[in-house]
Structures are given as C-alpha cells and as structure tokens.
C-alpha cells in the first residue's frame, strides 16, 4: 500500500500540472462563495448592532440586502464552478478507462468487468465530489474565519480548537479506512470473477452436478464481501464523533462562554453572526468534507491504486481466456461461397495409443487416394497433394494478449480427410478457440494452421462453423438454408439435409421451404436445427459444430452429428458438452490446460484421468442413446421397476452415488 503512494502522488501532482489553466479559473470562480460566505455573516451582525438594535430599520435592511446579492453571486460562481469540475475529471476517466481496457487485452483480465463498469465510475464520481467539497471547504473556512476576524478576533479562541480538533480526529482515521476499503473492493472483484467463472461453465456445472460445490464457493466470496463491508461501516462510526467535535462543540462553546465574550468586546450581533457562521457555512462544509473525503476519498486512492498499478502476467490456469469469447457474433458459416468436398477412403483413424504430450499429433499423414466429391460448387475441390489432411496445425501458439498464459503452446494436430474428432475439456480450457483456429476466425501468435492442404486464411470457403449461438435471418426459410451454396440446389437435396439433421418437421410446421422466418419466434434449439440443416447443404469439405448442438435434447443431438459423420467427403470436429459425442467419434482430443492427449473413448478411459472424471461427471438417458447396457441413467416414471414411486424431478442428468442416500439402501429395493 506505501509502496504505491509515492507513484500516486506523482501521477496525480502530473495530472494537475497539466490543467492549471483549469485550477486557475477554479480558484477563480470559488473565491465569489468565500466572498458570499464572508458578507453573509458581517451583514447579519451589522443589520443587528447598526440597523435594528440602534433603531435604524432602513439600515438593517440594507445590509440584509447586501448579503442577498452575495448570494446571488455566490451561486452564479459555483454555476461556473461545476463547468471548470467537468474539465478536470472527465479526462481523468477517459485515462483510467484507457488503461483498464488496454491491461484487460493484453492479461485477459477477468475483473476487467468490475473496473469498467464498478471502480472507473468510482473514481470518476468520487473525485469529482471530492474537488467540489475540498473546495467549498477551503473557501468556505477562509470566509468564515476572516468574517470571525472582522467582527471580534476573541471569537476564533472559541471556535478554531475544537474545530482542528474535529479535523484532526477524522484524518487519523483515513488510513484505517483505506485499507477496510481496499479489502472491501478486493473481494467484490473476487465475486465479479466467481460470477464470471460460474456463468461461463454453467452448462458443465449442471451435467456434471457440482451446483452444491459452486454455490458453496459462491457463498463464501459473497460472506467475504459483506465481513468487509461491516467492518468498514464499524469505521464509519467515527466520521460522526469527528463531525460533532469539529462542527456542533463549537456551538455549544458559544453559548456557553457568550457573557465572557461581551466582556471582551463582543456584541450581541457578533454573537448572532458568530453562529451564522457556525451554523449555515462551517458546519455544512465540515459535514460534507468530513463525509466525502471519508468514504469517498478513501475509496479513491484505493481504487486509482487498482486502476493504475502495473499490469502483471497471469500465471495460474485460471486466467485462460473465456473459450466463448472470442467468438460472440459468429454467423455459424463460412464468410464465402462453397465448394466441392473432398473424399476420404477411410472414415476411422489409425489406432494409436494416447500420450500426454504438450505437441500433440492426432491422425497420420497420408493415407489412400482422394477423389473429387459431387457437391453443388462451380469447381470441384482437389488437394494439392496426394492425401492432404483436412486440418493440419504446425506448432501452434495462440494466447489472448501479448501477456497472457498461451492457450495452446507449440500445438501439433492433423485431421486426415473423413476423420471424426471430438473435442472435449473443463469450460474455458480453449476448445472453442482450438475451433476459432481451425476456422480461421483467430491467427496464432506462432506456427500454422492449414486446411485442406492450403493457409486457412485463403480456404475459409472450405469450412462451416456452427457455433452455439445459431444466426438466422429474416426471410424465407430457404434462403437461410441455402445461402451457403454458390450454385441454388434442387428442393429434394435441400428436403434431405432437413431430414438428415432432424429438421424437416420443423421444416413443415414452419410452412415448408417458403415460409417467412422470424428468429425471434424460434426457439434456441429450432435455431440450431436451421444452422445444422445449412451446414450440413454447404458444399465444404470441413465441418466443425462448437457446441452446436446444445439446446437439443440427447437423442436429435446424436441424429445430427450421425448425419454429418455420414455425409460423404466429411471430415467433422465436434466441441462436446455431453459425453455421447465422444463415444461417437474416431478419435477424442482431450484437454486440460497444461497437456493435450488423443484416443479412441476406451484408450482415454484407460489413460486419461481427466476423461474418466469428465465421462462419470456426464451421464444422458440411456434409452435415447441406446445404451449398450441397458441403464437408464436418470430415474423417471415408467423405467421398469416403477410402481408409481417414481416421479419425474428435473431433466438433468445426475447419477446419485449411493453412498450418497441417508439410509445407504436402494429405493423401495430395485
């Protein structure tokens, strides 16, 4: 905390020697409220001792008067003030927004979130109070004071000790506070990064069971937050003996010594204009220092100390980007026209046993011949060599920042043509950006990515991406299944592709292939059936679904991936949420963050803890799948056995240990 202090200050005293034209007109416009406060209390002691209590009512008027114009002047100067503020802390957020949206692209800072929009706003409104009320209070005191001086100096020897004494009790507290402020904002950033963390793998929480275990770690981030801010609010406490001190004994003083003061030369006017002094400008400004500077002001420097210090590179694997990330607004196909696949002899991949490798190679190179396919683009696609593989990554490296942790580090990764690869992993470990890669929507920071035998940059026409969040357009229904296509295919292949992927009654409720489409009257998965039927018309040889399949239930996502696995000249990546995807391909890419292995589902349940924790965390009702042994992971009503005991509770599928249950029996005996 001390160590950050000295670099503060020479920000700061920086930041203001660049404006002082701007302090200048400040200090300016403030010195009409020192005059305003000065004649407002010398004019009402006057109008008492010279205008009513010597009987001249005309008198007293007057100086009444005098002191309305000074407040008329005071408010057109503190008009003015409120213009010079905006030119001193305006450009203050504009820096710190600069520096925390240029740390967050080069850390891939989770708490990016909070400091934009939480702690910059803090620091912007706060230090705009505290320029208002630190200098209503300078100024404010030094009329009071002067007006104290001019109407008997006996009045300061009563008003100026408890007043320092009331300043002087409420700084001692500024460094306690500080701190109790800087832990409070230290754990309201930990449950923006919670939160963060939660939403992004809410999906994997619930299929894999664990919402007790995220809630509990919810739980106590949000108990941290609120212990700090009870003990903050503890500290608080003494702003207000502070502001009674310094403010309200002055007063009472007053009173008190008021026959000692006329023996010294005070006059009954000077007694009221002594307490107008008192009551409407010191202890208002007092107030308002006391109160902003307190809480405020401490939040200040601790969040400029946040806001500013120097960025360091995360280390831990929790800060790995958002897998999601990058891809928001994906429109699920290819930027181009199509063109034709490119077959493949062989749909399986060689076997090989997994191995934790950091440069992973998955499939073989070469392999049989590869013949020209029959889609519906003008030219026909062909490899430039003989067996091209279908994805080829060469040493890659890719991290979101040029000082975040890589995600991927010196990554080997071949595909041969017709290959089936899922992809599998914890939420946020970089599967949808190994899918950004291969599609060319993200370039790694080193090595190669390759597809179909060229650059990818130049064969994205030779890909269809269908990301989560499925794009559908207004119109009619078959230019949105279509459009991928350079050449309008014939009704009966467009009618085949809907029936492939499970869309054709969608398809037919909809009004069939010239029905009027309004995306925001389909639902999240009749939104995905469309993208999957497009994906699979388009004449590409690569097809790779990020988690396209997530808003259909278990059985329309197996009919989906089958119909791409099977489509000739296919070569398929799945980024899988449920664990039937990888039971369904040639080969499983497994990743961890640190090391990567690749195998077919019984070589990874073998070699792979991390597999074997995700394959016993998932679990999907068997009968849909057709377990192979018959095993209904998720009770319901009608499973054999039921003999209306079973109720239907919610549809995910959770697998209840039975150790897990009170009386450690099974129900009812089955």
């Not at 160590?3 to 416009?29: C, Q, S, Y």
């Not at 995306?519 to 939104?527: H, K, N, Q």
């Amino acid at each position: 905390m001390t160590t950050d202090a000295p670099r503060l200050r020479t920000e700061g005293l920086r930041f203001l020697n660049r404006r002082r034209p701007v302090l200048a007109r400040l200090a300016g416009w403030s010195l009409l409220e020192a005059a305003q406060t000065f004649l407002f209390g010398y004019a009402v002691a006057r109008a008492l001792d010279h205008g009513f209590l010597a009987g001249r009512t005309a008198g007293g008027l007057g100086w009444l008067a005098a002191a309305a114009v000074a407040v008329a002047a005071g408010a057109y100067g503190t008009g003015r003030v409120f213009r010079a503020v905006s030119e001193l802390v305006e450009p203050l957020r504009d820096g710190l927004v600069r520096r925390v949206v240029g740390r967050a692209l080069a850390e891939a800072d989770h708490a990016a979130v909070s400091r934009l929009t939480h702690q910059v706003e803090i620091a912007r409104d706060t230090f705009a109070g505290l320029v208002m009320v630190s200098r209503s209070f300078v100024f404010t005191a030094a009329g009071a004071l002067a007006g104290l001086a001019s109407l008997a100096p006996v009045l300061l020897l009563v008003v100026v000790p408890p007043l320092v004494l009331g300043l002087g009790l409420f700084l001692v507290t500024l460094r306690p506070m500080a701190r109790r402020q800087e832990t409070f904002l230290a754990a309201d950033e930990a449950v923006a990064v919670t939160l963060d963390a939660t939403a992004a793998g809410l999906r994997d929480i619930t299929a894999a069971g664990a919402e007790t275990r995220t809630a509990a770690e919810a739980e106590t981030r949000f108990a941290a937050e609120f212990r700090a801010a009870r003990t903050l609010a503890r500290w608080s406490v003494l702003r207000v003996l502070a502001v009674a001190v310094g403010g309200r004994l002055p007063v009472i003083l007053l009173l008190v010594t008021a026959p000692w003061l006329l023996s010294r030369g005070a006059t009954p006017g000077d007694m009221v204009g002594a307490l107008t002094y008192l009551m409407y400008a010191l202890l208002p400004a007092l107030q308002s220092l006391m109160q902003t500077l307190g809480t405020a002001g401490s939040r200040l420097t601790v969040v400029l100390r946040r806001l500013t210090q120097p960025g360091r590179a995360p280390t831990g694997p929790e800060h790995t980007a958002p897998e999601g990330g990058p891809l928001a607004g994906v429109a699920g196909a290819p930027s181009g026209p199509g063109a034709d696949p490119a077959h493949g002899a062989g749909k399986a991949l060689p076997a090989a046993t997994p191995q934790p490798v950091r440069r992973l190679r998955t499939g073989v190179r070469g392999g049989a011949p590869v013949r020209e396919g029959a889609g519906w683009g003008k030219k026909p696609f062909r490899p430039a060599g003989p067996a091209q593989p279908a994805v080829e990554l060469r040493g890659v490296t890719f991290a979101y920042g040029p000082h975040a942790e890589p995600v991927f580090q010196g990554l080997d990764l071949i595909v041969p043509a017709g290959g089936h690869l899922t992809v599998v992993g914890p939420s946020g470990i970089g599967k949808s950006t190994l899918a950004a890669l291969v599609a060319g929507l993200l370039e790694p920071a080193g090595g190669e990515v390759r597809l179909c035998g060229e650059p990818v940059r130049g064969a994205v026409h030779r890909r269809a991406l269908v990301p989560q969040e499925a794009y559908v357009f207004s119109g009619a229904l078959r230019d949105n299944l279509t459009y991928l296509c350079p050449d309008p295919p014939p009704d009966p292949a467009v009618l085949a592709s809907a029936r492939a992927v499970g869309a054709y009654e969608l398809l037919l409720r909809l009004g069939g292939l010239d029905a009027a489409v309004a995306p925001g009257e389909l639902s999240a998965g009749e939104l995905q059936l469309i993208a999957l039927a497009r994906a699979h018309l388009a004449p590409v040889p690569v097809v790779l679904l990020d988690e396209a399949t997530c808003h259909l239930d278990p059985a329309a996502e197996a009919r989906a991936e089958r119909a791409f696995a099977e489509r000739p000249d296919t070569t398929l990546i799945v980024v899988a949420h449920r664990i039937s995807s990888a039971r369904r391909a040639d080969r499983v890419l497994v990743m961890d963050g640190t090391h990567a292995v690749c195998g077919s589902h019984d070589e990874l349940i073998r070699c792979s803890a991390l597999y074997r924790d995700l394959a016993g965390g998932w679990s999907e009702p068997a009968g849909a799948l057709g377990d192979a042994n018959g095993v209904h992971a998720v009770a319901g009503p009608g499973l054999p056995g039921d003999r209306g005991h079973v109720v239907a509770h919610r549809p995910v599928g959770q697998v209840q240990a039975v150790g897990d249950l009170g009386d450690v029996r099974p129900l009812g005996g089955e």
